[in-house]
């Protein structure tokens, strides 16, 4: 069973999102808040999974929040909500630590299965968000990066198509193990802190 917390400062959003996440057999909601401080004073005394997070908020916006949960809660996965697809949020996504970014007008099962990939240490992008980036993606001379090997230009676009770790190895015919370690010399090549990072930099600068 996955937990998920749900912020956001519109009653009719939290309303609707626990009436989707509820239908769903893996899925639970264990809280709900207003702005990102009431998560931050929650997590005090609870455990959490998966958080929700909307990015306009009074007292704690998500942006913020997503940076202190980073520092202090690294094992809660985070996935921004968004009325608007913000790009200059979307570009600089790897400096929060979150695994995703969800317009408020995705379908239930985008958002059911967003849950559940970043859940299992994926990422997921609303198509939407991805084509912004694509579009006005930033070509720049790839000399610049560090040379990847053909196997981290595998690991790395099956990434991008978000696939979990335990996907990309039966897929590639590797172990868990393997693709664990790709995944940790492409953060480290592409100089990023997190699997969101390399999602982030791939599209942005076309490297696959």
Same mark, same amino acid.
Request: proline residues 3%; hydrophobic residues 40%; glycine residues 6%.
């Given at each position: 069973?996955?937990?998920?917390y749900?912020c956001?400062?519109?009653?009719?959003?939290?309303?609707?999102?626990?009436?989707?996440?509820?239908?769903?057999?893996?899925?639970?909601?264990?809280?709900?808040?207003?702005?990102?401080?009431?998560?931050?004073?929650?997590l005090?005394?609870n455990? +959490? %999974?998966?958080v929700?997070?909307?990015?306009?908020?009074p !007292? /704690?916006? *998500? #942006? =913020?929040?997503?940076?202190?949960?980073?520092?202090?809660?690294?094992?809660v996965?985070?996935?921004?909500?968004?009325?608007?697809n913000?790009l200059e949020?979307?570009?600089?996504?790897?400096?929060?630590g979150?695994?995703?970014?969800?317009l408020?007008?995705s379908?239930?099962?985008?958002?059911?299965?967003?849950?559940?990939? +970043? %859940?299992?240490?994926?990422?997921?992008?609303s198509?939407? !968000? /991805?084509? *912004? #980036? =694509?579009t006005k993606?930033k070509?720049?001379?790839t000399?610049?990066?560090?040379?990847?090997?053909?196997?981290?230009?595998?690991?790395?676009?099956?990434?991008?198509n978000?696939?979990?770790?335990?996907?990309?190895?039966?897929?590639?015919?590797?172990?868990?193990?393997t693709?664990?370690?790709?995944?940790r010399?492409?953060?480290?090549?592409l100089?990023?802190?997190?699997?969101?990072?390399? !999602?982030?930099i791939? #599209?942005?600068?076309?490297?696959v």
């Amino acid at each position: 069973m996955v937990r998920v917390y749900l912020c956001d400062d519109h009653q009719l959003m939290l309303d609707g999102l626990d009436l989707i996440l509820e239908s769903h057999p893996e899925l639970m909601v264990i809280g709900r808040g207003y702005n990102g401080q009431e998560l931050i004073d929650w997590l005090q005394s609870n455990d +959490v %999974d998966v958080v929700l997070l909307d990015i306009n908020m009074p !007292v /704690l916006d *998500g #942006i =913020k929040t997503s940076k202190i949960l980073r520092e202090q809660y690294p094992d809660v996965k985070v996935v921004f909500l968004s009325m608007v697809n913000q790009l200059e949020i979307v570009s600089s996504i790897h400096t929060t630590g979150a695994r995703g970014f969800l317009l408020k007008n995705s379908d239930r099962d985008e958002v059911i299965q967003a849950i559940l990939k +970043v %859940d299992k240490g994926g990422s997921h992008f609303s198509p939407e !968000v /991805l084509q *912004g #980036i =694509k579009t006005k993606a930033k070509r720049i001379p790839t000399q610049y990066f560090p040379k990847l090997t053909s196997r981290e230009k595998e690991v790395l676009k099956l990434i991008i198509n978000e696939y979990t770790s335990p996907d990309i190895a039966e897929k590639l015919f590797i172990s868990v193990g393997t693709v664990d370690t790709h995944r940790r010399n492409l953060i480290s090549k592409l100089g990023v802190k997190n699997t969101a990072g390399l !999602v982030r930099i791939a #599209i942005e600068y076309q490297l696959v």
